[in-house]
């Protein structure tokens, strides 16, 4: 078992930035590729960003590409989401997961662990 927990929604103005963190507990955090998913009101879950289990390797949504960025530290058990240039369109609640298998690694299915989210709100 994974247990996650996020941190660092919150309410800002477009075109500020939030950083959230996901620090986990239980089994070998550093066996996990971990992702950040969100999902807005009336809308499905969607992939975010994701990071490999040793944070060589970084992917992202199209939508968020330039503007977030996802980190790992592995001594600390915690994956972070920076987020710049915040939009309105990035409200939702953000999710972090965590991957063991990596056999699909850009939906949610793909994904064994979830925690409870973390809202963030911009306004315009």
């Known amino acids: 078992q994974v247990q996650l927990a996020e941190s660092g929604g919150g309410l800002v103005q477009a075109g500020g930035s939030l950083r959230l963190s996901c620090t986990a507990s239980?089994?070998?955090?550093?066996?996990?590729?971990m992702g950040w998913f969100r999902q807005a009101p009336g809308k499905e879950r969607e992939f975010v960003a994701r990071i490999t289990v040793s944070g060589g390797k970084t992917y992202y949504a199209d939508s968020v590409k330039g503007r977030f960025t996802i980190s790992r530290d592995n001594a600390k058990n915690t994956v972070y989401l920076q987020m710049n240039s915040l939009k309105p369109e990035d409200t939702a609640v953000y999710y972090c997961?965590?991957?063991?298998?990596?056999?699909?690694?850009?939906?949610?299915?793909?994904?064994?662990?979830w925690g409870q989210g973390t809202q963030v709100t911009v306004s315009s």
């Open positions: 239980g089994r070998t955090f550093s066996s996990y590729a």
């Open positions: 997961a965590a991957d063991y298998s990596g056999r699909s690694p850009f939906t949610r299915v793909g994904y064994e662990y």
